[in-house]
């Protein structure tokens, strides 16, 4: 499995041949300039929650590709209502698709619509692949709910958000991934804007006196699992 990190809390994700986008936010994103957005390749759109940040592109990506939107029942039925085809699922369900199974998760957050409309409860996801098992967590804050995952299953790697003001921060994180039982984590939702910006270094020297694993890679660069 490789994962590309496009900026903000978006990545596509490359599994048993299919590429999986999540959350796009490129058009809007001086920081992801790099990132050729009419070029990128689709057959599934992941989506955590309904902000501006998370949503921008996914109507234009699943335009060009045909790629089918998976998120929650209501961001999904925003996305049918626009002509795009789309997997509806809710938290705690999982659904067998051709590139491995997705589990929504619970999120600490909130979902709405750019327009004030109501956009389900946000989430995230656990992917399960015959190439390893990641969770990519969404917006959220550090929750007990993530003790649940590592009893369900072992992850190779695990997406969380470390910006802090809108989400956690790495030092939560950190704590997360104990929570999850996985050392190995790519950091995402930081430096977008004034409030998520955080030290790099002061974040990964965190981890490794935890002895974890914080990846903050470049736009536009992979991880593999
Ligand atoms: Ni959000
Ligand atoms: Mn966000």
Redesign the pocket.
């Known amino acids: 499995m490789n994962i590309t990190y496009l900026g903000h809390?978006g990545l596509s994700v490359e599994v048993a041949g299919k590429h999986l986008v999540v959350d796009p936010f490129i058009s809007g994103n001086p920081l992801a300039k790099s990132v050729d957005l009419a070029s990128l390749k689709a057959d599934y759109i992941l989506v955590t929650h309904a902000?501006q940040?998370?949503i921008l592109d996914v109507e234009a990506i699943a335009k060009r590709t045909g790629a089918k939107v998976i998120s929650n029942f209501e961001i999904v039925t925003y996305f049918e209502n626009r002509g795009i085809v789309g997997h509806p699922m809710n938290h705690g369900g999982s659904w067998q698709f051709d590139f491995g199974t997705l589990t929504y998760t619970n999120a600490i957050h909130s979902s709405s619509f750019p327009d004030g409309s109501y956009g389900g409860q946000p989430g995230g996801f656990i992917l399960e692949s015959a190439e390893g098992t990641i969770y990519i967590a969404g917006?959220t804050a550090l929750t007990f709910d993530m003790k649940l995952i590592p009893l369900k299953c072992k992850l190779n790697l695990a997406v969380l958000p470390v910006g802090d003001n809108?989400?956690m921060g790495y030092k939560s994180a950190c704590m997360a991934a104990d929570f999850l039982a996985c050392n190995r984590i790519l950091g995402y939702?930081y430096d977008t804007f004034g409030y998520i910006e955080i030290n790099h270094q002061e974040a990964i020297e965190y981890f490794k006196a935890h002895y974890k694993e914080l990846n903050l890679i470049k736009i536009g660069e992979s991880i593999n699992v």
């Open positions: 809390a902000h940040d998370h917006d809108f989400t939702h």
